[in-house]
Nanobody, 124 residues
Framework: VQLQASGGGLVQAGVSLRLSCAAS????????MGWFRQAPGKEREFLAA????????YYEDFVKGRFTVSRDNAKNTLYLQMSSLKPEDTAVYYC??????????????????WGQGTLVTVSS
């Protein structure tokens, strides 16, 4: 199983950025998918999750209205559209796949597979 996150980079505050996560080696449409991030010196935190069919999404409060998670099951790809980026959004962003219930998708422990992460740096 591989989850390949991409799309990170150095951007200025206020701009938008879209992250992608290409999945292989698993039945993508059978997995709940999530995005997490870890800033330097901080613990990993949940950002968003999307149900298997893509018809339900869940966001951590601090990203609601700025981040949008989506998926394309035909392309085995997960996305995270981020807007109005802030310096405090600087972190390594990880995608993850879970076979468990969507109701626990906010828990890192619910995920079976993790991508390698993509670094997003937001300058002020």
């Amino acid at each position: 199983v591989q989850l390949q996150a991409s799309g990170g980079g150095l951007v200025q505050a206020g701009v938008s950025l879209r992250l992608s996560c290409a999945a292989s080696g698993l039945p993508f449409g059978s997995y709940v998918m999530g995005w997490f991030r870890q800033a330097p010196g901080k613990e990993r935190e949940f950002l968003a999750a999307i149900a298997r069919s893509g018809d339900n999404t869940y966001y951590e409060d601090f990203v609601k209205g700025r981040f949008t998670v989506s998926r394309d099951n035909a392309k085995n790809t997960l996305y995270l559209q981020m807007s109005s980026l802030k310096p405090e959004d600087t972190a390594v962003y990880y995608c993850a796949a879970s076979r468990r219930l969507y109701s626990v998708a906010y828990r890192g422990s619910a995920y079976d597979y993790w991508g390698q992460g993509t670094l997003v740096t937001v300058s002020s």
